[in-house]
C-alpha cells in the first residue's frame, strides 16, 4: 500500500471517531532553489516538510490543530487538542458560526500534469540553464555591470477529507524563473527584470517566455533606462499589459471582494449588485486556468474539500460577487467557489484568490494603440500598494510614450495611481489577446499563497507620476 492511500486510510478512522463537523488536510511539500549572482552560486537549498492540519465545528466554534506526527496515533491527538480548543471557546463566542452545506464536494484524485515530468528532468539539466542563462544575460551589453538568475519548483501534495462527504487527493508542481540585470552609465544604474511562473512542468514554463526573448527583454529594458526621460504627471490615456491588467485585478479589486474583508467594510460592501465599471468589463478568479495554460494559481480542490469554480466578480462592469469560504457563504446564503486556502498544514484556511483576471475582449492591440493621440504604453509592473478603499499605487517598469497613435521613445520607470473602479469605468477598449503574467509571485493576506493573474491589455485612463 502506498503511503498516501496509508495517510487516506488513517484520516478516514479518525473522521469516523468525529461527531461533529471535522476538516483533515493532509499536506506534503518538497521545495528546490538555486541561484546564480555575478557567475557564483548564490543559493542552493532543498526544503521538504509533511503534516495534518484539522479543524472542528462545535458548538457554531472553530477549533484548530496541527501535527508533523502522521501517525494514527499523532492524528487522534491532533484531532482531541482542535475539540478541546472548540469545546474552550465556544462559552466565550457570542456570535456562533454556520457553514454552507455542499451537495458535491470533492471525491477522487485530481492530478495537474507535470509532477512527474519535473521530477525525471535532473537538477544538473536545471542548474546549466541557470547558469548560462545569467552568463548571457551579464553579457548582452556592456553596460550591464552584473545580473542574477534564479531557479524555483515546488512539488505539492493534498488529502483533503471532511464528514460531510469530501475524500480528494491532489498533487501539482510550481516551477518559477526570474532574471535581473544591471546596468549602469557613470552615477546612474537602472534594472531590468523577467520572471515566469505556472502550473505545470518545463515544457509549460516556457511556452509563452522563451529564454532567450527574456534575456533580451531584460538587458534592453536595463540599458533603455539609462537614457530614458522622465514622464510628464498627471492624468493621461493609457494602454495597460496584462501584467498591469494582472495587478489591477489582484491588489486593487481581488482584495476588497474577499467576503472576509466586505464583513470588516471595504468599499465593496456597498457596491453588490451595483455598475462599477465599462459594460465591456468582465472580472473573475478561477481555480482552472482559462484562456491560456499554466496559470501559476491553479487549484482543483480548495482546503474545505469544495471544487474550485469560476467566479464572475464583475459581469459586463455590475459586481455581482464575492469570494467566500464555507463560513460565509452561509452568511451571505450563496454557494462557495472554493476560495479557502492554507499555506501550510499548520495554517488555518483563510478566503484567498486563485487566477483572477479580465475576460479577453474583441480589439486588436494596435488599433488600441492607434487610438490616443497623447499618452503610455505601460508593462513591467513592479508591486505596489492598494487599500480597501480600492485606492492603489504601482510601480512600472516597461513605459513608452504613445505620439499620435504610435509607440515612442521609452520613458522612466513610472507609478500610476487611481481609484480601481474608477479607472475600470473609463475603459473604452479591451484587447483579443490574453495573457498570464504574475505567476512567478505571491500574495500576502497573513500567510502567503500562491495566485495568478492577468487578462488582455486595456484602454483607460489613471494618474501617472512624473515631470509637471
Known sequence: MSQTAIIRTRIRQALSRSTHWTEMRYHKKASHTLGILKGEVSEMSSKHYEGIGLRCLIDGTWGFASTGDISELGIVKALAQAENMARELSSRKKKKIQIAEIKNLAKGDFLLAGFDELQKLSWEEKFLLVKQTEE???????????????????????????????????????????LTVFAADGAKRTTGRETTGVTGAWDCLFRNSKVDQMIEDAGKSAVEQLKAEAPTGGKAKVILSPGMVGILCHEAIGHTVEADFVLAGSIAAQKLNQSVASELVTLADSGTSEFAVGAG????????????????????????????????????????????????????????????????????????????????????????????????????????????????????????????????????????????????????????????????????????????
Open 136 to 178: 548571457k544575460l551579464r553579457k548582452s551589453s556592456k553596460q550591464v555591470e552584473s545580473a542574477s538568475c534564479g531557479y524555483n519548483e515546488v512539488f505539492e501534495e493534498k488529502i483533503i477529507m471532511t464528514t460531510d462527504g469530501a475524500d480528494s487527493y491532489m498533487r501539482w508542481v510550481r516551477p518559477e524563473f526570474r
Open 297 to 468: 494559481g491553479t487549484l482543483p480542490v480548495d482546503d474545505e474539500g469544495v471544487i474550485t469554480k469560476r467566479v464572475d466578480i464583475i459581469k459586463n462592469g455590475k459586481l455581482i460577487n464575492y469570494l467566500h469560504n464555507r463560513e460565509t457563504a452561509s452568511h451571505f446564503g450563496v454557494e462557495p467557489g472554493g476560495n479557502a486556502r492554507a499555506w501550510e498544514f499548520s495554517d488555518e484556511p483563510l478566503i484567498r484568490m486563485r487566477n483572477t483576471f479580465i475576460q479577453p475582449g474583441n480589439d486588436k492591440v494596435d488599433e488600441m494603440i492607434a487610438g490616443i493621440k497623447e499618452g503610455y504604453y505601460i508593462d513591467g509592473p513592479e508591486g505596489g500598494q492598494a487599500d480597501a478603499t480600492g485606492e492603489f499605487m504601482f510601480g512600472a517598469s516597461k513605459v513608452r510614450k504613445i505620439r499620435d497613435g504610435k509607440l515612442a521613445e521609452p520613458v522612466q520607470k513610472i507609478t500610476v495611481a487611481g481609484q480601481a473602479f474608477e479607472v475600470l469605468r473609463t475603459v473604452d477598449a479591451v484587447s483579443s489577446d490574453f495573457k498570464w503574467d504574475l505567476g512567478a509571485g505571491h500574495c500576502g493576506k497573513g500567510q502567503p499563497a500562491k495566485v495568478d493573474a492577468g487578462g488582455p491589455y486595456l484602454r483607460c485612463e489613471l494618474l501617472v507620476g512624473g515631470q509637471q
